[in-house]
């Protein structure tokens, strides 16, 4: 296992100059370090953020294809690909037959399903730290602001 270096949002003594004030440059800086609040929390379960939403995707939208998997994630085809290849190992998804020979449609396998449930409570608890400094009104602010950003 790969020594983990920690991320340190901001270091004492160093001038960030026009950096301070780009919104883009902070949720960066705040997705370093969320990113790596989630990548200690879940090591053991060998799970990504990605890996974590397309699961949460599948679950929720049973019989997806592989294709708008991948354009929900915002990923190519290929690595959707590589994702449901490594699920199915896994014993997490199964691809299923559809109407388009080209393609498969995607389901939770029951397996899926109860593992899934243990992810969420794992990324709920990581989500209630990283975010324990904010109130719930300002939670859902940032929340609401993201989307807004996110919304283009």
Do not use: W
């Given at each position: 296992?790969?020594?983990?270096?920690?991320?340190?949002?901001?270091?004492?003594?160093?001038a960030?100059?026009?950096?301070?004030?780009?919104?883009?440059?902070?949720?960066?800086?705040?997705?370093?370090?969320?990113?790596?609040?989630?990548?200690?929390?879940?090591?053991?379960?060998?799970?990504?953020?990605?890996r974590?939403?397309?699961?949460?995707?599948?679950?929720?939208?049973?019989?997806?294809?592989?294709?708008?998997?991948?354009?929900?994630?915002?990923?190519?085809?290929?690595?959707?690909?590589?994702?449901?290849?490594?699920?199915?190992?896994?014993?997490?998804?199964?691809?299923?037959?559809?109407?388009?020979?080209?393609?498969?449609?995607?389901?939770?396998?029951?397996?899926?399903?109860?593992?899934?449930?243990?992810?969420?409570?794992?990324?709920?608890?990581?989500?209630?730290?990283?975010?324990?400094?904010?109130?719930?009104?300002?939670?859902?602010?940032?929340?609401a602001?993201?989307?807004?950003?996110?919304?283009?």
């Amino acid at each position: 296992m790969a020594t983990r270096i920690h991320f340190n949002a901001r270091i004492e003594g160093v001038a960030y100059d026009l950096l301070d004030e780009l919104v883009g440059y902070a949720v960066r800086r705040a997705q370093l370090s969320i990113y790596e609040d989630f990548a200690a929390a879940l090591e053991a379960e060998d799970l990504t953020p990605q890996r974590f939403s397309s699961l949460v995707i599948v679950e929720n939208n049973p019989g997806i294809s592989q294709t708008r998997l991948a354009e929900v994630m915002g990923i190519a085809r290929s690595g959707v690909v590589a994702l449901i290849d490594g699920f199915e190992k896994k014993g997490l998804v199964e691809r299923q037959a559809s109407d388009d020979r080209r393609s498969y449609s995607l389901q939770l396998t029951r397996a899926g399903a109860r593992q899934l449930q243990r992810y969420k409570r794992a990324v709920k608890a990581h989500d209630e730290r990283i975010s324990a400094a904010l109130s719930p009104a300002e939670k859902e602010q940032l929340l609401a602001l993201l989307r807004k950003l996110g919304a283009g």
